[in-house]
């Protein structure tokens, strides 16, 4: 048997399916979504290794909200920039994340009983562009509990959901 010529309107079908991925990559590209890949347990049991997260970029996150934000470099600082808010994939990529939960905003109290690192801070409030980030699982976070303050404008995004590793989608 000879395979003849595909039928037009599977060919159709098959355009407009690859229009509608190409439609929804810059749909999301616009929106500010990323896709980021959970690495380590510092958010056990909630988000495990390899599980991956849509992150949306854009408005301040709320208390007890997951985020994913900028690792420090050594000594608390960073070695570029921070990310800005129209960069795409390539402006994401190359850095390294963290995820974890947004324990105190701007103008919140400090909280000293729960961050060992802000015990001695002078200030009762979380400074403007400051923010303070947990992981849930504390014994190996890596955290505001070792540093301190995170820049507010290190902060990637609010996790919006996320896909279990091993899963198909």
């Known amino acids: 048997m000879t395979a003849g010529p595909v039928p ?22 616009t929106r500010g979504l990323v896709v980021v890949t959970v690495r380590g347990t510092s958010m056990a049991p909630a988000f495990r290794d390899g599980d991956r997260v849509l992150v949306r970029r854009g408005p301040r996150p709320a208390v007890g909200q997951v ?39 701007p103008g919140d109290p400090v909280p000293r009983d729960r961050v060992r ?4 801070a002078p200030e009762q409030r979380v400074p403007p562009g400051k923010v303070v980030l947990l992981g849930d699982n504390g014994r190996v976070s890596f955290d505001s509990r070792d540093v301190g303050y995170f820049p507010l404008d290190r902060v990637l ?8 590793r091993g899963s198909s989608s």
């Open 8 to 29: 037009r309107p599977r060919l159709r079908r098959a355009a407009a399916v690859a229009a509608g991925l190409a439609l929804g990559a810059a749909v999301a590209l």
């Open 67 to 105: 985020v994913v934000a900028e690792r420090p470099a050594g000594g608390g600082t960073w070695p570029a920039p921070p990310v800005g808010p129209g960069a795409g994939t390539a402006g994401v990529r190359g850095r390294d994340w963290l995820i974890k939960r947004v324990a105190a905003l």
């Open 117 to 120: 690192s802000l015990a001695g």
């Open 157 to 164: 995004g609010t996790v919006v959901t996320r896909s279990p």
